[in-house]
């Protein structure tokens, strides 16, 4: 069972926004803003999308935003297009205990 | 151009050990942590084990404890992992990832693309 609680899927149309979830306690989500969010398509490696929260790398597009309120992260994917299909994953630091948690990951499908 | 190559992976059987390896490249590795983190086929990411810059902290999740060593030779710019005693649940696919820091957080900033290893009974 995974430290951060993800739905295992989300969908949207292309053009659409959705907002996928990451929820955790104030062990991790909560009492940092080490929050990251990274996007895996089939056989491939995890890239970031987004750290701090709602910092975005360079290169990811601004259709990517992070939020977080209070236990609970969000990323939302504005302006669906196909190649968001993916799988996504939370991250957060979970104190000395739990160095690194990960959510179990949500399925996006660009319907 | 950061690169970051893993080697190593390939099958085993249980009880047995296995060294996993991680080349990095395109930047200044010892100053860097690195870290692994797993994926067993069709499951999610499960972290594994970090370790600091100068190879003097490390840290290892409860599954890896006591049966995985992680290491780092800064002059050959090479991360290691060294697995014994592995078990079924050990299969995955095993990633590299470095460690950023900004001034008030850290994430995995780049991963290699993996090493599988296969655990039989």
């Known amino acids: 069972q995974s430290a951060l609680t993800q739905p295992p899927s989300a969908s949207g149309s292309p053009g659409q926004s959705v907002t996928i979830s990451c929820t955790g306690s104030s062990s991790d989500v909560g009492g940092y803003n080490y929050v990251s969010w990274y996007q895996q398509h089939p056989g491939k490696a995890p890239k970031l999308m987004i750290y701090e929260v709602s910092k975005r790398p360079s290169g990811v597009p601004d259709r990517f935003s992070g939020s977080k309120s209070g236990n609970t992260a969000s990323l939302t994917v504005s302006g669906l297009q196909a190649e968001d299909e993916a799988d996504y994953y939370c991250s957060s630091y979970g104190g000395s205990n739990n160095y690194v948690a990960f959510g179990g990951g949500t399925k996006l499908t660009v319907l | 151009e950061v690169q970051l190559v893993e080697s190593g992976g390939g099958l085993v059987q249980a009880g047995g050990s296995l060294r996993l390896s991680c080349a990095a490249s395109g930047f200044t590795f010892s100053s860097y942590g690195m870290h692994w983190v797993r994926q067993a086929p069709g499951k999610g990411l499960e972290y594994v084990s970090a370790?600091?810059?100068?190879?003097?902290?490390?840290y290892y999740a409860k599954s890896a404890k006591g049966r995985f060593t992680i290491s780092r030779d800064n002059s050959k710019n090479t991360l290691n992992l060294q697995m014994s005693s592995l078990r079924a649940e050990d299969m995955a696919v095993y990633y590299c990832a470095r460690q950023y820091c900004s001034s008030t957080s850290c994430t995995f900033d780049h991963w290699g693309q993996g090493t599988l290893v296969t655990v039989s009974s």
């Open positions: 370790i600091s810059s100068n190879g003097h902290s490390t």
